[in-house]
């Protein structure tokens, strides 16, 4: 935290973010607009690369750049609608795989489907279940028409295909639904890459034909970019997924092992030749360093358990760095975590306070913590957005590089680290 | 369930409960009074021996009779202020026993008090932790000093005396203050509990007496009779301590393992003779029946970790009856909790989200079932609040006696059980 005093004087407040309004019935920043069609994906503002737009979806827009929290289980974990209204989630991720077997996605359609079920009513995105299935290690085969495997849940035995996970997400009734792919380890061969970018497309070519007849024509759909960090691999992968009729497309395998230098030259070398009139989507990312690199190159979408497992390990960003609620120098402190921050354990909590919450295992202390991590993501992908549209990405960018690298970047591990929701390695019993 | 149709008929609805005003500074139902003196006891109604007042605190007033959700460690399980003002707590309870020792009297202060650290600005009860230390069975030591004992945290020794629960409350800063007494199981033998009372009485004497030395004037103090189920004994240890000037009179030594029968006549026999100019208080009951037939013997003031505690294992209560939301029957109903309910829960879910949600240890469950059944024990004491001052309360008595009798009396145990927060019986280590 010694660099703070530097960085109060960089803080995202001297960009004027609008903020939406909670009482209006979308969740978009600007009002004034008409409601589009859904898949409608609107371009507000360029700036190099980096764009701000609208995407239009059957529960009402999101604002682009946009951080989507991972709600896996139908919960963004111990937060209700109204915490993610307040901490300003205009989207939320659920997760086919875990939806799928807990508690099933006829039981979710017969309450009325996802959104009735957890009383959201802003858009869903939900990822197809396949990134799970294939980090299944052991419990796994593959074949040309899918994925056979035994859920962690219980051992049962189970089928997925690029059928499968449609149907599951049209009983979800998610806004945007994801393709299956074929994710394969961010150290496979280049043998196994060019095989699962061949597979990922057969199976995104079904999923365009299948769509009609399975999904809602309200429900947008988005292919997925394979190809790891081999950027010829990469960007035959977009060619032929840019030619199908997707709402929007995104990068997968990304932040599965590879090294970050890595995962940055992708970022900054695929995103900006993605079409251009469609929204980009990177999956599973990442740091707010991430997030700046992948705002830069172009991208629209992200999501991330970061915030939210962080906060429950104790970890709370700000913009002065990470700190760790649960070290001792904080039993005495009270101070808010940000004393800039408008989130609600900030404007009302001590760190002693939410130290001391965490230390009796109190359910409040994990609400608190997310509500501060999302609101920091919220803020700092909201305080790009507002830059692009006032034409002042690049000084932003700039001014921020160099203090979010110093914070986000230079953590411990040299690769990335897989950032979604991840499942054992072995199933019970 | 099964007489549910029955029940609707006879809801707390039918009794219009004035609802605070959660923009207004002070907590009360009803406004246009000026605030009086902390320690100020109003009675605006009276019923039989049932009745409702308001008591001043420093942090303003509530209403009787109220029910005080446990926040043992400067927390109601899982909810934050806004949580509490939402469900209607207009008091809480905080424990002197857990907070003494995590995170320490001293450090509450430093962090400007238990109101300011949990940023609950309405009325605070300290129990003075002697209940918790006579339940560490083997591991305290009983003089007529005091009682020494070895903590559950971690083994450390300690020493309670009738002054340092009193310095502990004051670093606390809590609205209303308990002596240390001397609590014996329910079933102590007449010569252990004859001892209690005795040594109750002493350490109520010293603790009038060093009350001005140590609490603020504006924090309050209240005796606690002991002598079980004991009439005459209650009746003498009652007559001494109704002579001493405390600003309120607490029932003790109820609901730690006595028959519940006993209990009630108890309740009956001893509660209306308590002095009728100040408030009187139950310490750690109990059942929707045990708070009416408290109500209808003239006491102001309840606490009781039943509901939230309740919330936690999946029982939730409504006015037909306990539901266990684990059962497998509730997995796909879509109705409510309760339809009748206008808690945030019933507001929103069903009963199979709040299922799945336990199912998957989502923090997310605990909240809503506590805020549920807290909201709904709140609900109930306001109704017999609102039927006290429209002189409705004989009919209202009548009409759930049978009703909640039937619900709420014939739970499994004969005997009744501690319902205030217990420690484990030994330390670890």
Chains 1, 2 share one sequence.
């Not at 690199?293 to 992200?302: I, K, L, S, Y």
């Not at 306070?353 to 202390?365: S, V």
Request: charged residues 20%.
């Amino acid at each position: 935290m010694c660099a703070a005093p530097r960085l109060w004087h960089a803080s995202p407040a001297m960009i004027d973010i609008p903020r939406a309004d909670p009482r209006a019935g979308l969740s978009c920043e600007v009002g004034g607009h008409l409601p589009q069609k859904p898949g409608t994906f609107e371009v507000l503002a360029r700036e190099g690369d980096a764009r701000a737009g609208r995407l239009w979806t059957a529960h009402g827009p999101i604002d682009t750049p946009c951080f989507m929290p991972v709600g896996t289980y139908g919960a963004v974990k111990g937060l209700d609608p109204d915490d993610l209204r307040e901490v300003g989630s205009q989207i939320i991720l659920g997760n086919s795989y875990h939806l799928g077997h807990r508690p099933g996605p006829e039981r979710v359609a017969g309450l009325g489907g996802l959104h009735r079920m957890m009383a959201w009513d802003r858009p869903i995105l939900t990822d197809s279940g396949g990134f799970q299935v294939f980090s299944l290690r052991g419990l796994q085969k593959l074949d040309d028409a899918g994925v056979a495997y035994q859920t962690h849940f219980d051992g049962s035995r189970h089928r997925m295909t690029p059928e499968s996970v449609l149907r599951t997400q049209a009983a979800l009734g998610s806004d945007i639904c994801m393709i299956l792919d074929h994710c394969p380890p961010g150290d496979a061969d280049a043998a196994l890459m060019r095989a699962a970018v061949d597979r990922s497309t057969r199976w995104a070519r079904q999923a365009i034909a299948l769509r009609p007849e399975i999904l809602a024509p309200t429900q947008l759909c988005f292919g997925i970019v394979q190809g790891g960090t081999d950027l010829a691999l990469r960007r035959a992968h977009l060619a032929e997924l840019a030619a199908l009729p997707f709402d929007g497309l995104a990068l997968g395998g990304l932040s599965v092992g590879e090294p970050i230098p890595a995962m940055h030259a992708t970022l900054a070398e695929i995103a900006p030749q993605m079409p251009a009139e469609r929204p980009r989507y990177v999956m599973g990312i990442g740091t707010p360093f991430d997030l700046l690199a992948a705002v830069r190159a172009g991208v629209d979408m992200f999501d991330c358990v970061m915030p939210s497992r962080h906060a429950r390990n104790g970890q709370m960003f700000t913009f002065a760095g990470r700190l760790n609620i649960r070290q001792s120098r904080f039993r005495d402190d009270s101070t808010p975590i940000d004393p800039d921050c408008a989130c609600r354990a900030c404007r009302r909590h001590s760190r002693a306070y939410l130290r001391h919450l965490h230390e009796q295992n109190d359910p409040l202390y994990g609400r608190l913590a997310t509500i501060h991590n999302l609101f920091f993501f919220h803020q700092w992908v909201g305080a790009l957005r507002a830059a692009i549209r006032q034409h002042r990405f690049g000084e932003v960018d700039r001014l921020f590089s160099s203090i979010i690298a110093q914070f986000y970047q230079r953590e411990p591990q040299v690769t990335s680290k897989p950032r979604r929701e991840p499942v054992p390695a072995a199933p019970p019993g």
